[in-house]
């Protein structure tokens, strides 16, 4: 189990690799209210142990058992794949107002700075 803070997610779970763990948890650290749910980072392609990401709460309630005994943990996980055809939207409204521009995006492709979809799997 490891707390959120100080280093990236990805080298978290690098370091729990590299230390022959069988598997990760990482939980958010209650340090805000935007702190306190569960996270969704993205990880890159050849992690080789299964990596969980928790909310604070979960994070403390496993940690108070830990602090009774050892504790032994089930995952399952269950998925699905299927082929989705998406498209991109461009809109502009009639006459507009080129000093009052809103713009909104999104990438269904990853990108380094966050999570999405990768057209490589």
Known sequence: MVLRGVCTFVEKVQLAEQLNSVGVIVFNDGASSDRMGVMSPALPDGVKIPALFGSYRTGI?????????????????????????????????????????????????????GP??????
Do not use: C, Y
């Open 116 to 121: 999405g979809k990768s057209m490589d799997s």
């Open 61 to 113: 309630r496993l940690q108070a058992f830990l602090e009774v005994g050892p504790v032994s943990l089930s995952i399952s996980s269950s998925s699905t794949v299927e082929l989705v055809t998406f498209s991109n939207t461009l809109t502009d409204t009639e006459g507009g107002n080129s000093n009052s521009i809103i713009m909104v995006g999104a990438h269904l492709d990853s990108v380094p700075a």
